[in-house]
């Protein structure tokens, strides 16, 4: 079981930055793959942005790559989403996920087991 804790989000301006923190917990839970999802509202949850637990591959959507940035703090069982040059568009709830890891990334919701329970981010225009 890993339990997931997500916090950062917060309420910025277009072109402001923001970073959001994953506290992973549980047993092995430095060993899972971890990822971030967005979910608008009216609209399907995606996939932003992924890292393997051994640190050594990352992965991000089109729409935020340049911008954000995934990190990852095995000591500390974190990761770290920084997101500079917000866009409106980027206003959601983000979620981290995790499952344990394989040698291909994944990108779909159904692909990882434990969920936290999100952090609303909204960018002004």
């Known amino acids: 079981q890993v339990r997931l804790v997500e916090s950062g989000g917060g309420l910025v301006q277009a072109g402001g930055s923001l970073r959001l923190s994953c506290a992973a917990s549980g047993r092995a839970s430095s060993c899972y793959t971890i990822a971030w999802f967005r979910q608008a509202p009216g609209k399907e949850r995606e996939f932003v942005s992924g890292i393997k637990a051994s640190n050594d591959y990352t992965a991000y959507a089109d729409s935020v790559k340049g911008r954000f940035t995934i990190t990852r703090d095995n000591a500390k069982s974190t990761v770290y989403l920084q997101m500079n040059s917000l866009k409106p568009e980027d206003t959601a709830v983000y979620y981290c996920?995790?499952?344990?890891?394989?040698?291909?990334?994944?990108?779909?919701?159904?692909?990882?087991?434990?969920w936290g329970q999100g952090t609303q981010v909204t960018v002004s225009s």
């Open positions: 996920a995790a499952r344990p890891q394989t040698i291909a990334l994944r990108y779909d919701v159904d692909s990882y087991n434990y």
